[in-house]
């Protein structure tokens, strides 16, 4: 039985299970008591927010190499993005972006997970058992449950901001809801049976159950928008920011990169290095929550009656650009190296 892991049991386990039970205890505070939302929130945004959009940068301006294959995605991008969602805004108001950040997060966070799950397949070996297409469906039949069941709430509020979704009857999302318990019942026999078989995969298993169970929290159990927002955000984000520690530890294995030196002694694995590269994240993160609000204060004085506050636009724009930025860095075709998650073996330091 080839239990499929990443890295090994323990590191995979924290991948799958301990960001799982994290995200959920930061939105389970937030639901029992509403008043530390904005704490919660601060703590979330201070330690994964930005710091889960420059793990995306290690890997895109850091190395000589990255700089000069991503160029357009680099240079050409962000303007373009600053310059819609300016004008998205001056155009149609705050409400708006809000709408458009909350598709483009849904789509950007379940396909992230899909890729997550395919890493998981390829570790596991070929799994013939397992159709890819019917287990991309079933991946992706919670989520949409959930999206149409917040639609159908009309939630009329995002973040202290007002909210807009469009309204879908419930008995499409009863339907929806009858179609994803029918594909996760499938899903349930298959493992069942390979477990008996000693083909059982533990990797992909585990991980496409703490999928389930996470979106299930997110947009079906709990009822207040945000909170459910709160935990799909924070087991995005802490998730996305391990993947991308792997995939350096990964990337550098042979050693320290002369033209990468800081990153590549941070990725070399161990509890002391394993800390600093998160306290480097962090560090690197702090100027952009200390010049977002100055320069959207800035500009906003220069440009009077603006729809919406210009340090809200220029963080989106950093959202949207992390968006963009992963459907480009993580494809093979675009990155070679990402077959070092699939075919190298390493233990957890």
């Known amino acids: 039985m080839n239990a499929g892991w ?16 994290l995200a959920a ?7 029992v008591w509403p008043a530390l939302f904005l704490p919660v929130l601060a703590v979330h945004t201070w330690l994964f927010g930005y710091e889960h959009l420059w793990a995306t940068y290690t ?6 190499d990255d700089r000069t294959r991503y160029w357009r995605t680099i240079w050409l991008v962000p ?3 600053l310059l819609l969602l300016y004008f998205t805004g001056r155009s149609y108001g705050m409400t708006t972006l809000l709408v458009v950040y909350f598709f483009g997060q849904f789509f950007h966070t379940v396909r992230q997970s899909w890729g997550l799950a395919q890493q998981y397949r390829h570790r596991a070996g070929s799994m013939q058992w397992d159709n890819p297409r019917l287990s991309e469906l079933t991946l992706w039949s919670v989520p949409i449950w959930g999206f149409l069941n917040r639609c159908s709430e009309r939630p009329d509020e995002f973040i202290f901001q007002e909210f ?4 879908v009857p419930r008995t499409i999302v009863i339907a929806a809801g009858i179609v994803c318990a029918i594909l996760w019942t499938h899903w349930l026999v298959t493992r069942i049976i390979a477990y008996q078989r000693r083909e059982l995969a533990w990797g992909h298993t585990l991980y496409m159950a703490s999928h389930a169970l996470v979106y299930l929290g997110g947009y079906i159990v709990i009822n207040e928008l945000c909170s ?4 799909v955000n924070v087991w995005h984000n802490v998730q996305y920011m391990l993947f991308v520690w792997l995939f350096n530890n990964r990337r550098f294995a042979a050693g320290i990169d002369e033209k990468a030196r800081a990153l590549s002694w941070l990725s070399q694995g161990g509890r002391l ?3 600093l590269y998160s306290a480097a994240t962090i560090a690197l993160a702090l100027p952009i929550y200390y010049l977002l609000p100055v320069i959207g204060t800035s500009f906003d004085d220069l440009v009077k009656n603006t729809a919406v506050p210009t340090a809200m636009v220029v963080g989106f724009t950093l959202t949207f650009h992390h968006y963009v930025a992963d459907g480009v860095i993580w494809k093979r075709k675009n990155n070679p190296q990402m077959t070092l998650l699939q075919n190298a073996q390493a233990v957890f330091h």
């Open 164 to 167: 807009w979704l469009p309204y």
């Open 273 to 275: 290095r394993i800390a």
């Open 228 to 231: 459910g927002w709160l935990l």
């Open 59 to 64: 890997n895109l301006v850091v190395h000589p």
């Open 6 to 21: 990443l890295k090994s049991a323990r590191f995979d386990v924290s991948l799958i299970a301990g960001v799982a039970l």
């Open 79 to 81: 303007p373009v993005l």
């Open 25 to 31: 205890a930061m939105a389970t505070t937030t639901v």
